[in-house]
Nanobody, 114 residues
Framework: QVQLVESGGGLVQPGGSLRLSCAGSGTFSSIYPMTWYRQAPGKQRELVALVSSVGTNYAEFVKGRFTISRDSAKNTVYLQMSELKPEDTAVYYC?????????WGQGTQVTVSS
């Protein structure tokens, strides 16, 4: 069983920054891979960024603005978000696949508005 808890969301002005955290606990052999998704109202959930044992990958719409990183000792993955835009407004979720099962956190709301 794997538990994921996101934190760090909030209200930020356009151009601002936020850092999201996803803390993992439970039984899993490695923090990798870990993925951030987001879901805006009325839209499908979409992949934002992924960190694996071989590197990172980003959706085109966040490249150069978002950075995913991990602290293996804390079983935590971060999403540093900069140059935020109103269209980045969404609930952000972390996801982990372990032993063939997919686990989700409860999500954290990010609102970009002036």
């Amino acid at each position: 069983q794997v538990q994921l808890v996101e934190s760090g969301g909030g209200l930020v002005q356009p151009g601002g920054s936020l850092r999201l955290s996803c803390a993992g606990s439970g039984t899993f052999s490695s923090i990798y891979p870990m993925t951030w998704y987001r879901q805006a109202p009325g839209k499908q959930r979409e992949l934002v960024a992924l960190v694996s044992s071989v590197g990172t990958n980003y959706a085109e719409f966040v490249k150069g603005r978002f950075t995913i990183s991990r602290d293996s000792a804390k079983n935590t993955v971060y999403l540093q978000m900069s140059e935020l835009k109103p269209e980045d407004t969404a609930v952000y979720y972390c996801n982990k696949v372990s032993a063939g099962r997919s686990y989700w956190g409860q999500g954290t709301q990010v609102t970009v508005s002036s």
